[in-house]
């Protein structure tokens, strides 16, 4: 994830994160790199055919899609962007900052962290 958000800098680098999900906690079993079709230093997108086959891949092997990460240049905090989206999915958001520790965020009323453990 986070040589995935070194080589595309400035864009910000998105994928999806790939597990299964214990209670509070997330566990990721493989991350997914996609592209970032808004091609943006702010914002992230992606191609809503592309993620479909990740989630039919996934559930063929009895995953599921947990949420996705992207990278963040100024810090970890999710952008009221990225709240604005969180509200409607119950994904978790893994954040790559460019410097300190990777985090994972849920919203539950209201924008949370999360605990998350890479398998
Ligand atoms: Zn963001």
Redesign the pocket.
Known sequence: MRKDAQARKPEEACGLLIGRQEGDKAIVTEVVPMANVSRSPERFSIDSEEMYAVLQEAEDKGMTVLGSY?S?PSGHV??C??AKYMQHTSYVWM?VPDTGNVRAYVFQDGVKEMRMEEA
Do not use: A, E, F
């Open positions: 992207h963040h999710p952008s962007l990225d954040i």
